[in-house]
């Protein structure tokens, strides 16, 4: 994408994107090497996938709202329905690795769910079949500690039926591999 021609915000940035509602890595599904061929596609550079559970780290040129759209578009004519992405940059990943108000707390049982946008203050207030589980409200994330663990969880929080979520170990990885990344483009 030429300077003249991008949009407000536009950046050469490092990206993490999380895939929802979309299977990744086995027999008809979205295979990893599938996903980063589309990222290429799109025009982005440095493409890396982490686990098998849809989380690809790139570098682009544009806005975040352009690369969002690029990759969802194609995304959706792969499996034949919309499919949404959480994206955030390097930058912002890492301050949600800090803000993490459950650090003491094993990262397994610890998850963010990754939202459009902010949650409404009052987001929290609406969740039912709470139990022992802590919750706590980030910027556009919803921080999860499962004290019993996932598995025994009745938990459902509304303001995250759009989200995806990932636990703090994958957070963590994913922030460190966009650290390298950027660190890469800057050396």
Do not use: W
């Amino acid at each position: 994408m030429k300077a003249s021609r991008r949009r407000q915000g536009a950046c050469d940035c490092i990206y993490v994107a999380l895939l929802r509602a979309i299977n990744v890595g086995g027999t008809g599904q979205l295979a990893m090497s599938d996903l980063k061929t589309m990222c290429r596609e799109a025009g982005f550079a440095q493409v890396e996938t982490y686990i098998a559970s849809g989380n690809v780290v790139f570098q682009a040129s544009g806005s975040a709202e352009d690369v969002k759209t690029a990759l969802e578009e194609r995304l959706s004519r792969y499996a034949g329905k919309p499919v949404s992405v959480a994206l955030r940059t390097d930058a912002e990943l890492a301050a949600i690795v800090e803000a993490n108000p459950f650090k003491s707390e094993p990262p397994s049982k610890t998850v963010t769910i990754f939202l459009e946008q902010a949650p409404e203050g009052d987001a929290l207030l609406r969740a039912t079949g709470r139990q022992r589980e802590e919750l706590h409200l980030g910027a556009r994330e919803i921080f999860v500690h499962y004290v019993d663990g996932i598995g025994r969880s009745k938990l459902k929080i509304p303001a995250a039926r759009s989200g995806t979520a990932r636990n703090m170990n994958t957070v963590a990885r994913l922030a460190a591999l966009a650290a390298k990344k950027r660190a890469a483009s800057r050396g």
